[in-house]
């Protein structure tokens, strides 16, 4: 399987390569040449087997020849080994015909996590055996940050450089990242927003001086493998809940678009999602695109889901791609109008196929507390803000026989404050992390400015 980028002016790359790259050198982002796609016997096959297992058989026709049979399974099994959970991403219900997909039993409490530990287990097979190092430079709303120093703290081939927007990640969120002390982590406290964060990111990986200089390496959701590792829970959930002798449907609290993309790639591969919805908080510009048809930024506005405080929502391109028949001038074109006018209206075929099988909703931070408590009481189950607001929109789909199934994307323990405010019930820790508010923290704040940070970056690698 090869890869090629969004914007067509980027070689196209094997799986290793795009993995390694993270962002294409044309500013496009790697998707596969094709969709694989499996048969109905084969999805039917999963029924009863170990996580591990279907995420092999999902995920194997993407990975090609970058690992054999043995070393992919071996790395699998060793990403998903520090899960809380037997199931890993387990599916829970609420109510009759509603139910929570728990992505969050890995080491950090988010759905990140079931990325980020394949990707470090990958990251480290490849680099060990070509005798290469990397520098890690990922941006963060707060779960990336934490999910990319987990998986990668104490490799040896691998520093990992975090940036967060100051003032804007949770207590639980921040410790996580500044406390780690291995010398091959470096967290980095950028003034202004998440998209102040990203855009000297995106800047560093187009400065292929420095780039080359650093060996610089991306795992923010961009990065293919990401997107990879999430459709494999697609497949578990949907398997779990009668797939693929009956549809299901999924509401995915969205922000930079990659874990209901990958919805779109199980659908694609042949798993049969009746309806992905797109849930966005307060920061609603996916969903306006579904109901105006324009896609168009506004500014960030801080929420009690701070995880989807985003208004450059990159993941986005990839489904552009699609819905714009794989032509990489019509992509290139529109990206340009985000970046110089500040958005684009979609050609009405885009429009249609955007809306086939894909629909959005929006949660207030009010809509978003009442469902916290609203969930409390019917269900006597605690759920994190994100999480919420993916419940709240749910609710409002129209009733159907496919069961509706709600990704619950963090822990409560984590965005304690809005639990609490909402239900009167502060979720505490799980015993491997009640510690984390005695740990020392060590922070670096630097400017929202590329050559602040690049600088740091030089001087700072191990
Ligand atoms: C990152 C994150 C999201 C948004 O996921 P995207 O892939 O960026 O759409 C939602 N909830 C939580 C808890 C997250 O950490």
């Not at 978003?368 to 999480?387: G, K, N, V």
Request: net charge negative; with cysteine; charged share 20%.
């Amino acid at each position: 399987m090869r890869y090629i980028s969004t914007r067509g002016q980027a070689p196209a790359l094997s799986f290793e390569e795009a993995m390694l790259t993270g962002l294409a050198r044309d500013g496009g982002l790697y998707v596969p040449e094709s969709w694989p796609r499996l048969t109905r016997d084969q999805i039917a096959g999963f029924a009863g087997q170990p996580y591990e297992d279907v995420a092999v058989q999902v995920m194997r026709p993407f990975v090609g020849d970058t690992f054999t049979d043995d070393e992919f399974a071996g790395i699998v099994s060793r990403a998903y080994a520090g899960f809380a959970h037997a199931a890993r991403c387990p599916v829970k219900q609420l109510e009759p015909g509603l139910f929570l997909l728990e992505l969050f039993h890995g080491p950090t409490l988010a759905f990140k996590d079931v990325a980020m530990q394949l990707i470090g287990q990958m990251f480290e097979h490849s680099l060990k055996r070509q005798g290469r190092r990397v520098t890690i430079a990922g941006a963060t709303s707060g779960d990336t940050g934490s999910a990319a120093i987990e998986a990668f703290r104490g490799l040896d081939a691998v520093d990992v450089f975090i940036m967060y927007p100051h003032g804007r990640v949770s207590e639980v969120q921040r410790r996580q990242m500044t406390t780690p002390s291995e010398p091959n982590v470096h967290t980095i406290a950028v003034d202004g927003d998440f998209d102040d964060c990203q855009a000297p990111l995106k800047d560093m990986f187009n400065d292929f001086e420095f780039r080359d200089g650093v060996s610089l390496a991306g795992v923010n959701s961009i990065n293919w493998a990401r997107v990879l590792a999430q459709v494999v829970y697609y497949f578990t959930a949907g398997v779990a809940l009668g797939a693929p002798h009956r549809p299901v449907s999924f509401t995915v609290p969205t922000g930079n678009f990659g874990d209901i993309f990958a919805g779109y790639v199980a659908r694609q591969m042949g798993l049969p999602i009746e309806m992905l919805v797109v849930a966005t908080n307060q920061n609603d510009i996916l969903h306006r695109t579904w109901v105006t048809g324009e896609h168009r930024k506004e500014g960030v506005r801080p929420s009690i889901s701070p995880s989807m405080d985003i208004q450059v929502s990159s993941n986005f391109e990839r489904l552009l791609f699609d819905i714009y028949d794989r032509e990489p001038q019509a992509v290139a074109q529109l990206m340009t109008a985000l970046k110089d006018e500040g958005g684009f209206a979609l050609s009405q075929g885009a429009l249609e196929r955007l809306r086939d099988g894909f629909t959005s909703g929006v949660a207030s931070e009010a809509e978003t507390s009442a469902e916290i408590a609203r969930t409390l009481e019917r269900s006597q189950e605690l759920i994190c803000p994100h999480t919420a607001v993916g419940v709240k929109v749910a609710r409002e789909q129209p009733a159907s026989a496919a069961p509706m199934v709600v990704l619950a994307t963090a822990h409560p323990a984590k965005f304690p404050d809005a639990v609490e405010e909402a239900t009167g019930q502060r979720p505490p820790l799980p015993p491997h992390m009640a510690d984390l508010f005695d740990r020392t923290e060590r922070i670096t704040r630097l400017p929202n400015d590329l050559a602040a940070i690049q600088a740091f970056v030089a001087e700072n690698r191990t």
